[in-house]
C-alpha cells in the first residue's frame, strides 16, 4: 500500500494485492459499454451530440476489444511484475482516455457535452487508492484534450471554440485528478494508521491475555499448593488416627482432581465456551467444600437470579479466581466461623459478593499480604468495580459488580 505523501513520477507497484474476479468484472463491463452504446445511439442523444450511431458502435466496440485483450493479457502477471503493471496501467489509460476523445471528435462539436466522459474518467483516475498520485499521468491528462484541437479545425469548427474547449477540459481534468488524488492519498494515510493502530492493539490484547494467563496460572498452582500444604499439616496432626488419615487422604485426592480441572480451566480460558450461572454456582460450591474440610470453616454459597442464564467461560473463570482469593484471605487472616458467598445475576450486571463473621480489619491500614491489589486489579480487568466493607471485629465484605455486558444472555433472555 503506497505511503507516499506527495506525487510521485509513476504509481508504485503493488504486487500481490488484490486480485479481482475477471470474468464477473468482464461482464459488467460488457453490460455498461453496451448500455452507454444504446444511449447514445438514441436519436434524442444523438441530435443534441451530432455523433452518428456508426461512429458510437465503432468507437464502444473498439474499447470494449482493447479492455478485454489487456485485462487477460496482464491480469496475472502485473501481481508479479513491475513492467507488466506499468504497462496494463499505461494502455488502460490510453484506451480509456482515447475513447473518451474520439466520442468528442467525432461531433465535429467543440461545445459537444461529451467532454464531461473526459473529466469523469480523469476524476475516476485520481480517486483510486491503489496508486499514488502521478505527475506522468496529471501531465498526460493535460495535454491529452489539447490533441482535439487540430481535428476539430480541420472539421471546420469556430477557431476560439476550438482552442477554448479543449483548454477548459484540460483544466478541469488536471483540477479533478488532483483533488482526488489528494484526497485518496489522505485515506491511504489514514488506511495506514488504522493498520498500524490495529497491530499495536492486537500486540497489547496478546499481550494482556498472557499476563492474565500467567496470573490465572500463578494462582491456580499457587492454590492447589496451598490446599496441599494444609493438607500436610493435616496429615501430621493425625498421623496416630487411620480412620483420619483415610478420610483426609480422599479428601486430598478430591482436591487434586479439582486442581487439575482449575488448571485446564484456565487453558480453556484461551478458547472460552459459554457456562450459566448455575454451573458458575456449582464450582464455587465444590470449591467451598474443599475448603470446609480441610478447615471446618462452613462455606454457603447461594444463587440469585436466573440459573440458566449463560455466562462467558473468562468471566466464570474471573469469578471463580476471585472467589478463591476471598476465601483465602478470610480463612488465612480473619479466623471466621462461617463465610457467606452470593451470585446474583440481575438486570445490569452479574455480582459476587463473599462475607465472613471473622476478626475483621481496618481497610486504610490494610497491609499488601492480603491480595486486594490483586483482586481490584482481576476485576477491573473484567471491567468491574470491588467494593470492601470491613472493620475490626465486625468481619469482612468484598463485593465484586460485573456489568452484564461481559456476560452473554442465552436465547430470548439475552
Sequence with gaps: MPTSDGYRWWPSHQPLTVENDLKRIMVWEILVELVLAAILCLPPVTHVTGIAPVAVLFIIGGHL???LVVSAAFRRRKLVSRVAFDLQLALEILYNTATALLLVAFT??????????????????GAQQEFDASLAILLFLIVAPLATIPLF??????????????VINACFCALGYHLLAMRAMQWRRLRGEQAAEIDRLRLRAADLERQQLAR?????????????????????????????LARIAATLREATHEGLGDLRGVLDAMAPVADDLDALAGNLDRIGGRVT?????????SVTGDRTHAVAAGLSLGVVRLFQEAVHNAVRHGRPSVINAR???ERSRLTLEVSDDGEGFDPTKVSPGRGLSG???????LGGTLIVDASPARGTSI??????AISRARGPAA
Excluded at 490465572?216 to 483420619?244: I, T, W
Excluded at 463485593?399 to 452484564?404: A, D, F, T, Y
Design 65 to 67: 476489444t482493447c479492455a
Design 108 to 125: 465535429g462539436d467543440p461545445r459537444t457535452p461529451l467532454w464531461l466522459g473526459v473529466s469523469l474518467y480523469a476524476c475516476l483516475l
Design 153 to 166: 479545425l480541420a472539421a471546420g469548427a469556430p477557431a476560439s471554440w476550438a482552442v477554448v474547449a479543449p
Design 216 to 244: 490465572d496460572l500463578h494462582d491456580s498452582v499457587g492454590s492447589a499448593l496451598s490446599l496441599v500444604g494444609m493438607y500436610g499439616d493435616l496429615v501430621e496432626r493425625h498421623r496416630h488416627e487411620p480412620e483420619e
Design 293 to 301: 474440610s480441610a478447615t471446618g470453616i462452613e462455606i454457603v454459597v
Design 343 to 345: 451470585v446474583a445475576m
Design 375 to 381: 483482586m481490584r486489579a482481576r476485576t477491573e480487568a
Design 399 to 404: 463485593k465484586v459488580e460485573i456489568p452484564r
